[in-house]
């Protein structure tokens, strides 16, 4: 059964809505690494409603394994059919997420909006442990006052949290801004519960980087999933795990693969939507990415977009090359 505390490889993908949807979680599970997934976040109040034949966002392959469903929550009444509905997908644990800064999420009361009420916050964390049978994790940002933070920190595991991810940066900070390890490095030390760390982790290299200068269980891994999807297999190879052989030699494989799994998993016309969505990052490999993420963009379906995917990096063959040391086994 998972455990918090036996992540392995101790690599966490980050809940990012639009992206870390089935397809992209079953890219990731072929190329190795992964330790821990975690679902598109999800509105609890919505969830009661789906059912598993009419949600693609809360489909999963089983490759997927260990899964984390995600949900935002504005009041505790809103946790126990949330849990009751998902629980129809088994996920191996759930999230409350408690740093979303987005006005619509803001809003509703919901996201970064519960960290600002600690009363609240008590609430609604013990409510997800009386509802949660399994592993229980909340993903927090930080105050600038670290007296406001270490007092969420230690309200949200006295509720009985079995992880905390803490996302080292304050709700009003954009992604841009340098994330403040700091942070985790002091929740790592007074907390008895595993603290995962997450912002800024571009390489491998960041990963072993984070681990040893906050102390942190584990690291949760964001947009450079999205960027670079062998990013956890590389990580991974450098904390020594075992890993399936590499299966693809070029980028654009991995590209196309992407799209041939989203055509499998998830229902037009949406699947465009979310393809475009990732080539908004992939195409960052590329010195001239933008006119990757142009013809993607401007492509009026899967096959097409493919196709312009294929074209491009043909004529990039060079950036193209898959085959970095780090990344065979
Ligand atoms: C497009 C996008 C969507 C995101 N959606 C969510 C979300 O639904 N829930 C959440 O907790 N964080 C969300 N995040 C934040 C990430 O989980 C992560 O905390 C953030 O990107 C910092 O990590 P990184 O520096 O590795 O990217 C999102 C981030 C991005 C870029």
């Known amino acids: ?69 995600q949900i935002f929550a504005s009041e505790p009444g809103q946790i126990g059919p949330a849990v009751e509905r998902g629980a129809a997908w088994s996920p191996e644990a759930w999230d409350l997420n408690f740093g979303c800064p987005a006005p619509g999420i803001v809003k509703q009361g919901a996201g970064a ?15 997800m442990r009386r509802c949660v049978k399994g592993p229980l994790l909340f993903k927090i940002r930080v ?31 954009k992604l841009g801004r340098p994330a403040r390890w700091e942070y985790i490095a002091e929740a790592s030390s007074r907390l008895s519960i595993p603290v995962i760390g997450n912002g800024d982790v ?18 949760m891994i964001g947009r450079a999933a999205v960027e670079r999807p062998w990013i956890f297999r590389e990580a991974a190879g450098l904390l020594g795990a075992p890993l399936p052989p590499l299966r693809y030699r070029r980028k654009s494989e991995v590209f196309l693969r992407l799209a041939e799994l989203l055509d499998e998993e998830l229902e037009h016309p949406r699947d465009l939507y979310r393809l475009k969505e990732f080539a908004g990052y ?7 990415g933008h006119q990757l993420w142009k013809a993607v963009n401007n492509a009026g379906s899967l096959e097409e977009a493919a196709g312009k995917a294929e074209e491009f990096c043909g004529r990039h063959e060079e950036e ?8 065979v086994s």
């Open 282 to 288: 992939f195409s960052r490999n590329f010195k001239f």
């Open 113 to 127: 909006a519960l960290m600002q009420r600690p009363d609240l916050a008590r609430r609604m964390s013990a409510e």
């Open 202 to 219: 571009r390489c491998g290299a960041d990963v072993v980087r984070m681990r040893e200068v906050t102390g942190c269980s584990g690291v």
């Open 1 to 69: 059964m998972f455990n918090t505390r036996r992540i392995f490889p101790p690599l966490v993908l980050a809940p990012m809505a639009g992206l870390t949807h089935v397809a992209l979680r079953r890219l990731l599970a072929e190329l190795g690494g992964v330790g821990l997934y975690y679902s598109e976040m999800l509105s609890a109040r919505a969830l009661r409603h789906e059912t598993p034949a009419g949600s693609s966002r809360l489909s999963r392959s089983g490759e997927d394994r260990p899964l984390c469903v």
């Open 320 to 327: 193209d090359d898959l085959r970095e040391r780090s990344l």
């Open 143 to 173: 105050f600038e006052e670290r007296r406001r933070f270490f007092e969420l920190t230690d309200i949200l595991a006295g509720e009985g949290a079995d992880a905390l991810v803490v996302h080292a940066r304050n709700p009003g900070q």
